[in-house]
């Protein structure tokens, strides 16, 4: 079965960086779409990148610029570098996975969910 397993996380000061990690098994890694969400107590969810199976990137807004998704397809882990971090970045992060559909990668329902990392950033 899918298993996802974040670390990285931690606490740091305004402007500092930290890297995500996400280790993954029971699926074929390369062929899967994968992303970052994360969730502030009292908000939503929100995704803040993706990386599809063909390597292509999506970020959002807020993160442009500061944030950075990659794959070791061969270590199967997923990354993401926090650059310039904000105390509005503090929350929970989460890895998700999920197959394509018609060749195209979710947008928010992954099925396939890590247990998260807190983040929080002062």
């Known amino acids: 079965h899918v298993q996802l397993v974040e670390s990285g996380g931690g606490s740091v000061q305004a402007g500092g960086s930290l890297r995500l990690s996400c280790a993954a098994s029971?699926?074929?890694?390369?062929?899967?779409?994968m992303g970052w969400f994360r969730q502030a107590p009292g908000k939503e969810r929100e995704g803040v990148a993706a990386?599809?199976?063909?390597?292509?990137?999506r970020y959002a807004d807020s993160v442009k610029g500061r944030f950075t998704i990659s794959k070791d397809n061969a270590k199967k882990i997923l990354y993401l570098q926090m650059n310039s971090l904000e105390p509005e970045d503090s929350a929970k992060y989460y890895c998700?996975?999920?197959?394509?559909?018609?060749?195209?990668?979710?947008?928010?329902?992954?099925?396939?969910w890590g247990q998260g990392t807190q983040v929080t950033v002062s």
């Open positions: 998700a996975a999920d197959a394509p559909r018609a060749q195209v990668c979710p947008a928010v329902d992954f099925r396939y």
């Open positions: 029971g699926y074929r890694y390369s062929s899967y779409c």
């Open positions: 990386i599809d199976y063909d390597g292509s990137t």
